[in-house]
């Protein structure tokens, strides 16, 4: 099976103790690549870290993501800008708005997430949005900078129909699929019939968000293999094939080698 996890924070501290492991079992269940979203200037050292540590297999973003956006968000943005003239990032991530834990700083998201969609157009890279509570907000966001020149993926998504339906029509935004799929009372699988596998990638969020079986315990880029096949299941395919979807889709947005 072909796999890409293309969002995990395996660089977290939660993995300090066999993050070797967590890669070698990311091997044997198809995982051919992992990608990393940054979270703001504390995490550059550990992202870095781990990208070189296994160089072309674990694959870096750079953004700053909406929840690290406080009262120093400008020199915040002001580092995080200038590492992407230090080294090649894939995309422009994690960033968007975020209004599930604390609206104090709305105001100030959006401009650091507009801010940062401008970046992906400079750099002509994709970007992967952060949504929580607050699709409609980023959509909004893409469209205020330009729909046409962005694209990207809302990673973790778990919106409505409606909300689906509206990041499709920006044309050029894919859904990340994580282990929330998975879940008995998620409604995602309802919602994903308003869709196919041509507008989905597959997603960790490690360490958050491990799919049934292990739900409730630390997440890792193996068990993509859960939700693979959970999609399978919905679409009436094999694994394989939502496995070779997938990746394709992947590696066409992030421009990943074949």
């Known amino acids: 099976m072909k796999i890409i996890d293309t969002h995990s924070h395996i660089y977290s501290e939660e993995f300090d103790n066999d993050l070797p492991d967590v890669i070698n079992r990311a091997k044997q269940a198809?995982?051919?690549?992992?990608l990393l979203p940054n979270i703001d200037i504390e995490s550059l050292d550990r992202l870095h870290a781990v990208a070189d540590r296994y160089d072309g297999y674990c694959i870096p973003m750079m953004g700053l993501h909406p929840t690290s956006v406080k009262e120093d968000y400008?020199?915040?943005?002001?580092?995080?800008?200038e590492q992407l003239d230090k080294r090649k990032y894939i995309a422009i991530g994690e960033i968007g708005i975020d209004l599930y834990w604390d609206k104090t700083f709305e105001k100030e998201q959006r401009y650091a997430f507009e801010e940062q969609l401008r970046w992906?157009?400079?750099?002509?890279?994709?970007?992967?949005?952060?949504?929580?509570?607050?699709?409609?907000?980023?959509?909004?966001?893409?469209?205020?900078?330009?729909?046409?020149?962005?694209?990207?993926?809302?990673?973790?998504?778990?919106?409505?129909?409606?909300?689906?339906?509206?990041?499709?029509d920006l044309k050029n935004f894919l859904l990340g699929i994580n282990g929330v799929v998975t879940f008995k009372n998620s409604t995602l699988p309802t919602v994903l019939q308003e869709t196919d596998l041509s507008h989905i990638i597959i997603e960790t969020d490690s360490p958050y968000l491990a799919p049934v079986p292990y739900r409730g315990k630390r997440n890792e880029s193996s068990y993509t293999v859960n939700v693979v096949e959970r999609l399978a299941g919905k679409y009436n395919i094999s694994p394989e094939k939502v496995g070779e979807i997938t990746t394709k889709n992947a590696k066409d947005l992030f421009s990943l080698d074949y």
Do not use: W, Y
């Not at 198809?30 to 992992?34: A, D, F, L, P, R």
């Not at 949504?131 to 990673?155: M, P, Q, T, Y």
């Open 30 to 34: 198809g995982v051919e690549k992992i």
């Open 120 to 168: 992906s157009i400079e750099f002509d890279l994709p970007v992967a949005i952060h949504s929580r509570d607050a699709i409609a907000e980023c959509v909004e966001c893409i469209k205020n900078v330009g729909a046409e020149k962005l694209r990207g993926v809302f990673h973790s998504f778990g919106g409505t129909e409606t909300e689906l339906r509206d990041i499709l």
């Open 74 to 81: 400008m020199h915040q943005l002001e580092v995080t800008r």
